[in-house]
């Protein structure tokens, strides 16, 4: 578009595909005097999605994860990405939900795709699946981890612990299972305000967890009369500890934490 005798310039632009990449090129005709004429071409190349992605890849394996000291590529944490005309979408999934590190994670993403020539925006989204632990013999099938809170003295703040764990797992989006394993003293059921109960019966002589606050619980507490202790030694001991592990009906959990 233009005209030379009265010194606007001439302008056209064209486009063409190599293999999986665009092409753009611009052209100026500008005169100068009478009917000499310069031609200026600029080229300039669109980067195709399977490009993009490539780059995007290279720059998340700069990624590490601070305790594994891994990448997330090769840890496998980056999944489902799509790229589609600049637009980027993949999602970081972690071992657990609990991650200290997920917001930094999150972030650095974000910053460093941003960053990526071609790219206009960034959606990450953190998600997480808990793996089971490796066990030669499982018994808990549906139970992935256990995570045992003990000490050699009483009175250090044992249950507190545990309730707090349960709690922070399920609040980062685990499911998560709270035994009270204290069998002359337990206390779990009166820092959840769950009312002393026997549990309900289910099939195969097993029996359901109480819930509360998204946690299934189960304790020695249920299986008294309130205010009445239990009074057990030896096999008869270690035969509750037994059904709590074997004759609950968990369902699936991520995590059961043992007080």
Known sequence: VGDHLTGTDYFAIGCFRSLDSYWFSTAYFSSFVGSTFRLVIRSFKIMSDQELQVKIIAELKTVMDPDLHKDIVSLGFVKNMN??????????????????VKEQLKTECETKVSAIEGVTSVDVEMTAVVR??????????????????????????KSTVSTNLAIALQMSGAKVGLMDADIYGPSIPQMLGI????????????????????LKVVSAAFLQKEGQPLMLRGPMLGGIIQQFLQNVEWGELDYLVID
Do not use: M, R, W
């Open 195 to 214: 009312p002393i109960s026997p549990p309900k019966g289910g099939a195969d002589n097993k029996f359901y967890p109480h819930e509360q606050y998204g």
């Open 83 to 100: 790229v589609k005309d600049g637009n980027v979408k993949f999602e970081v999934e972690l071992t657990t939900p609990a991650c200290p």
């Open 132 to 157: 089971a632990a490796e066990h030669s013999q499982p018994i808990l099938t549906e139970v992935k981890n256990i995570i045992a809170v003990a000490s050699g003295k009483g009175g250090v703040g």
